[in-house]
């Protein structure tokens, strides 16, 4: 037992190390069962400078107002010991990273609509929209990138639905 | 001179571990709405929801209960309850999708290999586990230093005020203040860099004073982190491997 344990244990050290290569890293996953090898470039090489905006708006007989999801809250020094708001945040930041590059890879775009990622947001908007009960609406979104938090500025439009009842 | 003994830096290596999985888990509980789905997408969203929250109130409650087991309990009893801590943060570790970071793999790293470090005999386990902490720890630090190194936006020095720029990552004063200041936020960027190269270079040298010097310049980083860029978990979660940097230092050097 105890050199079962002590081997597994120098492995997966092995296998971190080899896996902040990024060349490797997509060989080693195929290994990873678990998902829990970890990736330490944190911020690097090139941090994120801009944030993901998800705007949505209503189609009826006249397009509505573009309206944005809450994803991010203002700086308050309680954030050092408490900030559950950190996984939304990120959870919405990573649901559009995944999602544009999906968006990207796919030959046909239109597979983009079956996407877990596209009918996450979906589900997010819907939530924002109905409250969980209300009658079927058609809707565009698009996730945009912008700069700056004190003078936003809008970068570009990164990714645009179709349009998607809901 | 090293006064740290295994079961000391075991004793502090758990603590900040269920400490940290409390604070994690009361956090992801009380996201005010679970709009978003972390896990795969599903219609159900109020099912989801239930299961969400008891999933990490079971969580937030196991970490507790071990944290009582571990200080008044007998062995087994803490074992046990460490053992389904690790069981349930794995399982929500695997259904969340989304918004994870190197928190939550540090965190989970140490609590799977502490509990397989259960199968062995008690010193030997615990020996095992601060080591192993503590090496995946310096890899974190080498390789964040290393690839910041390597890239020409951190050491051109010029990213540190886009970051804080942002909503996600940000306070926008300390953003414009760091614009205004060019040399200063070089200064930060080179900095952060040093910190965490400083750990491994250190760990390397055969006096535990540089050493600790460097941990605990790491760990003013990550109070900076928290604060200035909300990554308190990072706070609660990296300080955990450090009983197991200094104990493998002193054993490999030998003071």
Redesign the interface.
Same mark, same amino acid.
């Given at each position: 037992? #105890?050199y079962l +344990?002590?081997t @597994?244990?120098a492995i997966f @050290?092995i296998a971190? +190390?080899f896996f #902040?290569v990024k060349r490797l890293q997509r060989r080693l996953s195929r290994f990873d069962k678990? !998902?829990?090898l970890? =990736? /330490?470039?944190?911020?690097?090489?090139?941090?994120?400078? =801009?944030?993901f905006r998800v705007v949505y708006k209503t189609i009826a007989e006249t397009d509505g107002e573009w309206t944005e999801?809450p994803? /991010?809250k203002p700086?308050r020094?309680m954030?050092? &010991?408490?900030?559950?708001?950190? /996984? /939304?945040?990120? !959870?919405?930041?990573? @649901?559009c990273n995944?999602l544009v590059s999906e968006f990207n890879a796919l030959e046909n775009k239109k597979f983009i609509q079956v996407s877990?990622h596209y009918? =996450?947001i979906l589900? @997010?908007i819907s939530? &924002?929209l109905n409250k !969980?009960s209300g009658d079927p609406q058609k809707i565009r979104f698009a996730i945009i990138s912008s700069? !700056?938090?004190?003078t936003l500025k809008i970068k570009n439009v990164v990714f645009a639905s179709y349009h998607q009842i809901i | 001179m090293n006064h740290l003994t295994v079961p000391v830096a075991y004793q502090i290596s758990i603590a900040i571990i269920l400490v940290s999985a409390f604070i994690s888990a009361t956090e992801l509980l009380s996201i005010p709405k679970l709009y978003l789905n972390f896990g795969m997408p599903s219609t159900a969203i109020k099912n989801k929801r239930r299961t969400w929250i008891t999933i990490h109130a079971m969580q937030a409650s196991l970490a507790f209960l071990t944290c009582i087991a571990f200080f008044n309990a007998p062995d087994i009893y803490f074992k046990v309850l460490f053992t389904a801590l690790t069981a349930v943060t794995l399982y929500s570790y695997r259904k969340r999708q989304a918004g994870k970071d190197g928190s939550d793999q540090m965190r989970m790293l140490a609590l799977l290999s502490y509990s397989v470090c259960f199968l062995l005999k008690n010193e030997q386990g615990q020996l095992l586990s601060v080591f192993f902490t503590g090496g995946q720890a310096l890899i974190s630090y080498s390789t964040s230093g290393i690839v910041k190194l390597m890239s020409p936006h951190w050491r051109g020095g010029n990213v540190l005020a886009g970051v804080l720029s942002t909503y996600s990552y940000g306070v926008p004063k300390v953003s414009s203040f760091l614009s205004a200041h060019p040399l200063l936020e070089k200064g930060m960027c080179y900095s952060a860099i040093v910190t965490m190269l400083a750990v491994p270079v250190t760990f390397l040298l055969p006096y535990h004073a540089p050493l600790f010097i460097a941990l605990f310049c790491i760990l003013c980083f990550h109070v900076s982190t928290a604060i200035l860029m909300g990554l308190n978990d990072f706070l609660f979660t990296f300080p955990l491997a450090y009983p197991g940097i200094i104990l493998l230092h002193g054993v490999i050097f030998g003071i």
């Open positions: 037992m #105890q +344990v002590i @597994t244990l @050290t971190s +190390v #902040q678990l !998902g829990i970890p =990736n /330490y470039s944190f911020f690097a090489p090139k941090p994120l400078m =801009n944030d999801i994803m /991010y700086f020094f954030r050092l &010991c408490w900030n559950p708001f950190k /996984y /939304y945040n990120k !959870g919405m930041i990573d @649901t995944f877990a009918l =996450n589900i @997010t939530a &924002c !969980g700069e !700056g938090a004190e | -």
